[in-house]
C-alpha cells in the first residue's frame, strides 16, 4: 500500500500503511507493559521514559527491524491506559510517563494480551506473517490487584500449540515480588537498580535479532546486560 492507500474489511475496520508497514513482509509485535505507579517516581520513571525513547532509535538503526517491528506501550498505576497504540515502530511517539498511584498489574496485563490479540487478527487480515508477540513488562512493587486471571490467561496464551502464542517477559526492579514474576512467566529478569538503559538496549537487539531472522527460527538472544539476571528457570 502506498502512503494514501488503506484497505477496508468486511467488518469495517480499516487498516492503513500508518498501522502496519511492508505488510508483505513478517512482522513482531510487541508491548512494553510499564508500571508507573507511585514508587516509581523521581529518578526511576525518568531513567524508564529515557530508555523507552532511546530504544526506539536503537532498533530503527536497522533497516528491516525498522519495517518489520509494531510496539505497543501500555502502563499501569491505579488505572490502566494505553499510552501508544500499535503503530510501526519508526512511528512511535517520545514518551513522557508521570509516577503515581498504585499497581493495577492483574488489569494491565490483560489489557497487553488483548492488544496482542487484536495486532494478530489485522496481521491475519492482511495475510501478514508474524512472529511470536512479546509483552515485556517492567514493574518495581507488588499488585494491589488479583492477578489470578492474568496469570492463566498468560499460561493459556503460551501454552497454545506446540510452541505457544506469546513471550511474556516479566522484568523486576528492586521492590519487587520475586513469587509474584515466578507465578507469571519463567522468563523472569531481575534488575540491580533503576537504571533501565541497558536492559532496553538487549531489548533492541533482541527485537533486531528476531526480526531479521525467519519466523520459523528460534534465533539466540544476547546476553543479558550485568546489571540483570535470569532468575533461575527452576524456580520460576
Sequence with gaps: MSELQQERFNDGSIVNEKELSAPNEPHLACVLLLDTSGSMYGAPIESLNNAVNQFKEQVCKDPISRKRIDIAIIEFNSNVKVVQEFTPISLMQPVELKANGGTSMGAGIIAAIEKVQERNQVYAKMGTPCYK???????????????????ARIAERESIGKFGKL????????GYNEETLKSLSKRCIALDGADFTNI?????ESMT?????????????????????FIPQELC
Aim: overall charge negative; proline content about 9%.
Design 133 to 151: 508477540p512479546w509483552i515485556f513488562m517492567i514493574t518495581d512493587g507488588e499488585p494491589t490487584d488479583d492477578i489470578s486471571s492474568a496469570r
Design 167 to 174: 513471550k511474556f517477559w516479566a522484568v523486576g526492579v528492586p
Design 209 to 229: 535479532i528476531i526480526s531479521v531472522s525467519q519466523v520459523t527460527d528460534n534465533p539466540q538472544l544476547g546476553k543479558l546486560p550485568e546489571d540483570a539476571r
Design 200 to 204: 532496553f538496549n538487549w531489548l533492541s
